[in-house]
């Protein structure tokens, strides 16, 4: 079967920074990305890694590891505006991405 | 350039009616996506167009919902008739032919009476 899981809500402090674990198990994998989606808004494209490794983009990272069907987000310097849903989405064939329930971001002052 | 686009924003029906949704994908996209976020639960794939042709409908829940996407280009999702758990938010997304990044809509709330 899949499975996806990642911690339902973390809370930090701006300028902090914050983890967010996602561990899978899918048959068939190509990568995973990381969406980004505020209340009311549509899911935002963060990033995507096929190959083990970190991917850094600004302020956001991510992480993969093929061989421990793990990934992480990292964000840095957290900002109020980054107080949000995080998904991580694993493909698992062809284009097909599956979204697991998220993980809630809430920054604080 | 102009995103996603999703019509309408928001629908109100009763059980046993007929919805239409609509899709406007990025021009260029050759993927399209339908997804559905119910209620408090994870966003689930429904389908996948590559051009006209259905990729992958594994996600789709049963027959009452027909894609379409007639020349490539918009596509629509038809619920008929409507059930009271069919209630959420239908996102369309679309990406680039070898494109990993699936740009969304801003999704069509689906309440069902």
């Known amino acids: 079967g899949q499975s996806l899981e990642q911690p339902s809500e973390v809370t930090a402090v701006e300028g902090a920074i914050v983890q967010i674990n996602c561990t899978y198990q899918t048959s068939g994998f190509y990568g995973l990305s990381w969406y980004q989606q505020h209340d009311g808004g549509a899911p935002t494209f963060l990033s995507y890694?096929?190959?083990?490794g970190l991917e850094e983009t600004g302020r956001f990272s991510s992480f993969l590891s093929r061989s421990d069907s793990y990934g992480y987000l990292l964000l840095q310097e957290l900002q109020m505006k980054d107080s949000a849903s995080y998904f991580c989405a694993p493909h698992t064939g062809g284009f097909k991405t599956i979204f697991g329930a998220g993980t809630r971001l809430f920054v604080k002052a | 350039e102009a995103g996603v686009t999703q019509f309408p924003s928001h629908s109100v029906i009763e059980k046993g009616q007929t919805v239409t949704l609509r899709c406007d994908p990025i021009s260029g996209h050759d993927n399209l996506y339908w997804y559905r976020r119910v209620m408090g639960k994870e966003i689930k794939f429904l389908l996948h167009?590559?051009?006209?042709?259905?990729?992958?409908e594994s996600g789709m829940p049963n027959n009452r919902f027909l894609a379409e996407r007639t020349g490539g280009t918009y596509s629509t999702l038809k619920v008929q008739p409507a059930e009271l758990e069919d209630s959420g938010v239908y996102f369309c997304a679309s990406s680039q032919p070898a494109g990993r990044e699936q740009f969304f809509g801003p999704g069509t709330r689906l309440t069902v009476l």
């Open positions: 167009f590559v051009k006209e042709s259905k990729q992958d």
């Open positions: 890694n096929a190959l083990d």
